[in-house]
Structures are given as structure tokens and as C-alpha cells.
């Protein structure tokens, strides 16, 4: 049996920092907002809990600054100064205040221990609330969790015979192959004159960890961070107590209990009987509605023959180019938009034409441009093109009937027939247990290397910026494609407009991802005189 994950001088210490020390759901108080976010940022690369990373890389770490930033406790606890303030609030939110006044205060909050589905559900949102979530290029998953087991969810929902012992299987099958892979990739890509250990280990950690990472079940166990602003968490909350995972349901109700102690009068709506449980009811039925008026219902349809990965173009507007030239002529003119014409090459060379880096962004007249695309692709690169906001979005449930995707360069290693095993088998498991607890419980045991259909909405700025940012050739090998694809498409309709994507880069990328990245990283370390070992 596991201990306490901290002893009485570190709660001491912690205390003052958390909502409380022994749930993973907990907010952030007494902390300067820089170092709320660099707390935060360490989720992307780190195993450990937020409250072990204060102690261990801030409080316990002299250099790191915190006592200057933090260090001397302020007259008034967050707490105290939250419970004065609620009186005020009540008076301006009742008084003068419409919804959006609820915007204006904020909140970071920390969900631990939650399985990749749930975090999904929790970055569903696109306005007003920023996630930042444990990678799984950086991290790796095959660590056990205080109570000695693999960090996968587990809950009552799925007590099924097969359930554990399929997921166990899977994540034995990831740490098995962890070594190996690292140590090939090593051979494969020898450290160069110049390269430091640090960069040269974490390039070939990061491709090995990669390739892993289809193995990895949705049910595998994240950490994420949320910052967002009190209307947002609102709906979150309201959103999530709705969902058909039993687990998110849990979740509203432990996000809204940590949220109510820090700001409260935001989230006092999300679930009392007057609007939020009413509006949680209405979209649990309103999925029951629409799900009878489905023709073909998922569970037990399998057709066997998979689908290959695939970016279709469903939809876009033929006469998207005038209305991109138009929008762009509109401030400058006291003409109405569909009177307003201009020569397309010279429009579109005045607004894109000098773009020097990614950075530049496209202008809004971009946005009267829309394109639909329709995408089958393994979950990992959903998991992860998932975040981008400026789009309309949804995915189908993930089953195991698409098919899944061996990475290529575990085949390479001679490895791809142990892999291929263990997602084959969890591939059985799913099929018992779509039928025992229903397909959406059924998702926790697929492995991220199977395939799952979605869709984006999105225009033309958004495409800019996604391509842009998601081909670069240290991205993963899986989204780069996907991202390719589409605006593959788009350049096949729209060539004018798709030109000035000048940053979208459609090579074969590089063999190993991560070693231009970490050299600049070193160099960075080396700019600021830290060791770079
Ligand atoms: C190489 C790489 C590594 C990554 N690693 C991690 C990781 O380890 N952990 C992790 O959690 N995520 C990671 N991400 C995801 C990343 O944090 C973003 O969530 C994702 O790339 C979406 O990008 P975006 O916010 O720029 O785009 P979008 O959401 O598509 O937004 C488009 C643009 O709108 C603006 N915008 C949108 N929302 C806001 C807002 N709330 N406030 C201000 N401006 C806004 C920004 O200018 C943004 O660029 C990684 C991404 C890349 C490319």
C-alpha cells in the first residue's frame, strides 16, 4: 500500500499553494501568475505531480528564483481575500452585470491522473480556456504510479474480466520495447562531432518514444493544466457533467468543487438546479435523441476491412477567392462587400506577399475563405491536432474497425511484430467489451495507433497557421501528413490562395525529429550559462 505522497514539513509547505494535497483535481492560490504558468509548462515534459514539481524544482531549488517571486507570504490567503470579495462580486455580477462579466477573472487548475478520453473532453473547449497537457514525446509512460500499477484508468465502469489485463498487456509491450527501440534508434543515429549527450539523448529518446506511443491505450492516465476564465469553466463544468464517460461526470463535479474555492461566484451557475443542471440534462438527451435517429449504430458493426488513413476535401467555397479579395478591400472602402472588386494577384500579393516567417500571420480577409475536410488518421495525431481552436471540429467514437497504423520505422528496427500483437489483442478485448459496456466505455482500451474519423471546418487564416506550424520537419511523422494533406487539397482548389503559405513545408521531414531542436535548445542553455550536459 502506497504512503502519502508527501510528509508533514512538505504538506506544510504545499499547503498554502493548492486547494488541497490529496485529490488530483486541485487550483492553484498564493502563486504569482508567471509562476502559476511555469508550473503548468512543466506538464509538457515532466511524470511528476504539479505540487511535487513546486517542491522539487521551486521551493527546494535555490536557483529557480521562487523565494523572490513568492517566497514572502502576502497579509491575506487567496482564500481569505476570495471569501471578502464574494460579497462584491455578488453586488456587481447582480447588480450591472451581464454573463461576460464572468469573463474577467480567472483560474489555473490542475487535473491529475486522468485518462487521455477525459482529457480530450476537458480540451474540447476553444474559447477562453488554454490546456497544456504531458506530451508523449517527452514523457514516457511506462513508469508505475504510487500504488506500484501502470497508470491507466481504472473505475467501476470497467470491471470487466478482460479490461486489465489487456491494458496491462499493452503497456507491458510499451516498457518492453522502450530500451530496444532507444538503443536501436542510438545505433541508428550516432551522437555528431559537436552534438552534446543532453540533445543527442533526448532527440533519440523522443523518436523512440514516438514510435511507442500507438501502443498507449486511451485509458492511459495524463496530467494536464487549465487556465481559463470563470464563464468558460462554467460551460466546461456544465459540458462535462453532461458526457456519457462516467469519469468526466466525476469530473465536473471535482472541477467545480476546486473552482468554488477560488472563484467561486463564476462557477456557481455550472450545476445548480436552476441552469446548469437543467443544461446538462438537456445535452445528455439530446445525444440520446440524436443517437436513435442514427442509421448505423457503431457497436458490433465491424466490417473488418479497416480504412486507410485519409484527408478529404468535402466541401469549399468555388468563390472563395472573391470574397477573400473583397474582405480585404472592405475597411479601405465605403462600398458594400458584394459591390467591391479588385484584381486578385494584386490584392492578394498587397496583404501576403511579404510574409518573412510563420509569424506574420495571414490577415482576417482569409477568413472568408472556408474549407471542409473529412479525416481518417491514427487517434495519436487527433490526440494532438485536437488543439487547435480556430475551427469547428467533432470526431466519431474510437473503435478499433479503421484499422490501425504500425509506425514505420519500428518495422525498420525489426519490431513491428510485437506491436503488432499487442494492439491485435487489445483489438479483441474492445470488441467484448463494446458489446458488455457499451462503445463509449469500450474506448479506453484502444490503443492510440488505431484510427478514428473527424472533422475539421476551418478557414482559410486557421489553414495557414495550422499547415504552417504542423509541418515542420521536427513535427511527428503522423500529423505532418495529415497536415500536408490538407493543404495539399486546398492548393489543388485554390492555388493563388494557397501560395502564399510559403512556410508549409511539404518534404519528407527529418529522420530524427527532434536533433535540430535540441541543438538550438542547447544553445539557448549555453546563451543563458546553464550546463548543457
Ligand atoms: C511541436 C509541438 C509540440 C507541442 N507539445 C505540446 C505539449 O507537450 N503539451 C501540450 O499540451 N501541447 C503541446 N502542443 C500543442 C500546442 O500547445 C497548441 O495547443 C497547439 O499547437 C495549437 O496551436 P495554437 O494554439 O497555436 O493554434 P490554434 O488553437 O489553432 O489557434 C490559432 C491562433 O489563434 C490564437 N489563439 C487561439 N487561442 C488563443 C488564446 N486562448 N489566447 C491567445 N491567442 C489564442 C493564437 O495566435 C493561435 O496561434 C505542441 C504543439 C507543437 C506544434
Not at 235 to 247: D, N, Q, R, S
Not at 460 to 483: F, K, M, N, S
Amino acid at each position: 500500500m502506497a504512503g502519502p505522497e508527501f510528509n508533514a514539513g512538505e504538506s506544510e509547505l504545499l499547503s498554502r499553494y493548492f486547494t488541497n494535497l490529496d485529490r488530483p483535481v486541485f487550483a492553484l492560490r498564493n502563486l504569482p501568475e508567471v509562476v502559476k504558468g511555469a508550473l503548468f509548462s512543466r506538464y509538457s515534459r515532466t511524470e511528476k505531480s504539479l505540487r511535487r514539481v513546486l517542491l522539487d524544482e521551486f521551493i527546494n531549488e535555490p536557483d529557480s528564483g521562487f523565494d523572490r517571486l513568492a517566497g514572502a507570504p502576502p497579509v491575506d490567503d487567496d482564500m481569505v481575500a476570495v471569501r471578502r470579495a464574494e460579497e462584491f462580486y455578488e453586488r456587481v455580477l447582480v447588480g450591472y452585470g451581464d454573463d461576460s462579466v464572468a469573463e474577467l477573472a480567472g483560474a489555473h487548475v490542475a487535473v491529475e491522473q486522468t485518462s487521455t478520453l477525459a482529457a480530450k473532453a476537458l480540451e474540447d473547449s476553444r474559447i477562453g480556456i488554454s490546456p497544456l497537457e504531458k506530451s508523449t514525446r517527452y514523457v514516457r509512460f511506462d513508469r508505475p504510479g504510487l500504488d506500484g500499477r501502470y497508470l491507466y484508468h481504472r473505475g467501476p465502469e470497467l470491471a470487466h474480466p478482460d479490461y486489465e489485463r489487456a491494458a496491462d498487456a499493452l503497456f507491458d509491450a510499451y516498457s518492453s520495447l522502450v530500451e530496444p527501440a532507444t538503443l536501436a534508434i542510438r545505433e541508428r543515429f550516432p551522437q555528431e562531432d559537436g552534438e552534446t549527450d543532453r540533445a543527442w539523448k533526448s532527440a533519440t529518446r523522443a523518436k523512440a518514444l514516438d514510435m511507442l506511443r500507438g501502443l498507449l491505450p486511451a485509458g492511459t492516465l495524463t496530467n494536464l493544466g487549465l487556465f481559463g476564465n470563470g464563464r468558460a469553466f462554467e460551460y466546461l463544468i456544465t459540458k462535462m457533467a453532461a458526457h456519457e464517460l462516467p469519469e468526466c461526470r466525476r469530473l465536473a463535479a471535482d472541477l467545480h468543487r476546486e473552482l468554488s474555492l477560488v472563484i467561486p461566484a463564476f462557477v456557481r451557475r455550472a450545476l445548480d438546479e436552476k441552469y446548469g443542471t437543467p443544461a446538462a440534462e438537456r445535452l445528455a438527451q439530446i445525444r440520446d435523441r440524436v443517437k436513435k435517429q442514427t442509421i448505423s449504430p457503431l457497436a458490433g458493426e465491424h466490417g473488418g476491412g479497416g480504412a486507410r488513413p485519409s484527408v478529404h476535401l468535402v466541401e469549399y467555397d468555388v468563390d472563395a477567392e472573391r470574397k477573400v479579395v473583397a474582405a480585404a478591400l472592405f475597411p479601405y472602402s465605403d462600398r458594400p462587400l458584394e459591390e467591391l472588386t479588385g484584381d486578385p494577384a494584386a490584392v492578394l500579393e498587397a496583404i501576403l506577399g511579404d510574409r518573412a516567417n510563420r509569424r506574420q500571420r495571414a490577415p482576417r480577409a482569409l477568413e472568408h475563405a472556408q474549407y471542409e475536410f473529412e479525416i481518417v488518421a491514427n487517434f495519436a495525431a487527433y490526440r494532438d491536432l485536437h488543439r487547435h481552436r480556430m475551427l469547428t471540429q467533432d470526431r466519431q467514437l474510437l473503435g478499433t474497425a479503421l484499422g490501425y497504423d504500425s509506425p514505420p520505422g519500428l518495422a525498420e528496427l525489426g519490431m513491428e511484430a510485437r506491436f503488432a500483437t499487442a494492439v491485435e489483442a487489445a483489438a479483441g478485448v474492445h470488441r467484448r467489451l463494446e458489446s458488455d459496456t457499451g462503445s463509449a466505455v469500450a474506448q479506453y482500451i484502444v490503443p492510440l495507433a488505431f484510427h478514428v474519423r473527424w472533422y475539421f471546418r476551418a478557414n482559410l487564416r486557421e489553414i495557414y497557421h495550422l499547415c504552417e506550424l504542423r509541418t515542420t520537419p521536427q513535427g511527428h511523422p503522423d500529423y505532418r501528413w495529415v497536415a500536408q494533406e490538407m493543404f495539399r487539397r486546398v492548393a489543388e482548389v485554390h492555388p493563388r490562395l494557397a501560395r502564399y503559405a510559403r512556410f508549409v513545408d511539404l518534404g519528407p521531414g527529418d529522420e530524427l525529429e527532434r536533433r535540430k531542436s535540441e541543438r538550438r535548445i542547447d544553445e539557448k542553455l549555453s546563451a543563458l550559462d546553464r550546463p548543457v550536459r
